[in-house]
């Protein structure tokens, strides 16, 4: 028997079938988490949908910020799911779409087996957050979003305010927590993410850190398998192991034994993406026919 974790799929279900064949992946003994972020941009949302779905006694899902943008959407009238992308709209108009959206809506924000050791997360933690106080927030919203009233939680979820205080109630504590769980990169020691930096660790300002990094932070008594952050690869330091290696960007899909004695990771090839066709240049005038520049121009060239 293994368990393994799986980063961020985003809707790549050839890529994902290849790293199940790789890690030799049998449902009859093995068991596997999903780090969230099962759909879009991947051109196969759908097929990767119906693949964990058919997963879903033997594996264990957090729901990422595409999911739940996914389920939010799902709740929005038929014209205005037909603004979306054609990969979303594969799911939202799939004859099977209302039962792989209920059972995508039942899905944790954190996963915790602490027999095994480890906790699973799509984004990050904040910082003074201990295990046991992430747990206790992830089973609040969860509670929510499988209640009568999910849909306002769904609606009320998009912002980037306010930053994490114990002290907040109602849609806003919602929010932040939603916002913890499935967007954090960087954040200030006092825990303001600072959502608009999402490049590689060094590109950040000064005053911010990554979320597993933060001085001061909250002592951790599990590992945390997280995805999310495609700059930043494969991680693996401060009690944190980052597997979004950013197979929808033509990166790789990365796996990681959970119950392995050494570090054992499995990688697949990602998505083939074309590269951007080169810049094409303006044709020089020929000589003799240079277009006339105003003379204050010329001014402005030679100051």
Known sequence: ???????????????????LEKIRFDPAVDRIWFCGDLVNRGGQSIETLRLVH????????????HDLSLLA????SPDE????????????????????????RMRELAHVDRELGWMMVHAGLAPKWTTQLAEKHAREVESRLRGDNFRRVLKNMYGDGPDWSPRLGGAERDRAIINIFTRMRYCSPRGRIAFEH????????PGLYPWYSVPGRATRDLK????????LGLFVGQGVHALDTGAVWGGRLTALQLDAETLHVVQV??????????????????????????QGAQRRDQT
């Open 198 to 205: 999402k490049g590689e660790p060094g590109t950040q300002p």
């Open 81 to 104: 799911q037909r603004k979306v992308n054609p990969d979303l709209q594969g799911v939202l108009f799939a004859e099977d779409a209302r039962e792989l959206l209920d059972w995508l």
């Open 54 to 65: 058919s997963l879903r006694e033997v594996s264990q899902v957090v729901l990422g910020n």
């Open 1 to 19: 028997m293994a368990v393994w974790a799986i980063g961020d799929l985003q809707g790549c279900y050839d890529v994902t079938q290849r790293l």
């Open 73 to 76: 959407i799902g709740e929005r």
């Open 224 to 231: 945390i398998v997280s995805g999310h952050w495609s700059t």
């Open 269 to 294: 090839p990602g998505r083939d993406v074309p590269a951007p066709p080169p810049k094409q240049r303006p044709p020089r005038p020929k000589h003799g026919n240079r277009p006339h520049k105003p």
